[in-house]
T-cell receptor, first 110, second 115 residues
Framework: GQNIDQPTEMTATEGAIVQINCTYQTSGFNGLFWYQQHAGEAPTFLSYNVLDGLEEKGRFSSFLSRSKGYSYLLLKELQMKDSASYLCAVSGSSASKIIFGSGTRLSIRP | DAGITQSPRHKVTETGTPVTLRCHQTENHRYMYWYRQDPGHGLRLIHYSYGVKDTDKGEVSDGYSVSRSKTEDFLLTLESATSSQTSVYFC??????????????FGEGSRLTVL
């Protein structure tokens, strides 16, 4: 089976940096995804990691350690529009089967 | 624009009635998915498909069936709806054609209420 854990809620300040962690336990591994979901909307893709290390994309970066079953999403220079849920998802031994964690609701305060 | 359309977008039905949700894509991608989303549970995979007539179960498949007779359409059926199936249902596609699936593109969601 697969198990994906991430914090339920986080709060951060506009302009600051926040790190959202995700730990996973899967039988096999074919990649880890991060998605952003604003309230009432569909999720949208942020990043994909298949090898260990850091992937940077503008203000967002994602890190993966396969040996530790651990990833984080780093958001820099936070803006009010970053208030959303952030979903960690894993592709396990069946690569086309993509399972999501429960998501982290991030609130940004001025 | 991944060209995904879900229908209906909103539906209210009664316990015990059958319900079918449709996901339509315009670009003939191989991988299609159905998820449900409930507060506190995130997105949970119901069924997915990797080609015409090729489908597999996800995490929460009990009470649901799917069919994919054409590349562009993936149907989710609740044979006898129950109140526990009240949820927002999302269809997703992957544009990857390689083994496994990559980035998912989601439809706008279908909100189903079972009374």
């Amino acid at each position: 089976g697969q198990n994906i854990d991430q914090p339920t809620e986080m709060t951060a300040t506009e302009g600051a940096i926040v790190q959202i962690n995700c730990t996973y336990q899967t039988s096999g591994f074919n990649g880890l995804f991060w998605y952003q979901q604003h309230a009432g909307e569909a999720p949208t893709f942020l990043s994909y990691n298949v090898l260990d290390g850091l992937e940077e994309k503008g203000r967002f970066s994602s890190f993966l350690s396969r040996s530790k079953g651990y990833s984080y999403l780093l958001l820099k220079e936070l803006q009010m529009k970053d208030s959303a849920s952030y979903l960690c998802a894993v592709s396990g031994s069946s690569a086309s089967k993509i399972i999501f964690g429960s998501g982290t609701r991030l609130s940004i305060r001025p | 624009d991944a060209g995904i359309t879900q229908s209906p977008r909103h539906k209210v039905t009664e316990t015990g009635t059958p319900v079918t949700l449709r996901c339509h894509q315009t670009e003939n991608h191989r991988y299609m998915y159905w998820y449900r989303q409930d507060p506190g549970h995130g997105l949970r995979l119901i069924h997915y498909s990797y080609g015409v007539k090729d489908t597999d179960k996800g995490e929460v498949s009990d009470g649901y069936s799917v069919s994919r007779s054409k590349t562009e359409d993936f149907l989710l059926t609740l044979e006898s709806a129950t109140s526990s199936q009240t949820s927002v249902y999302f269809c997703a596609i992957s544009e990857s054609e390689d083994y496994g699936a990559g980035e998912l593109f989601f439809g706008e969601g279908s909100r189903l209420t079972v009374l």
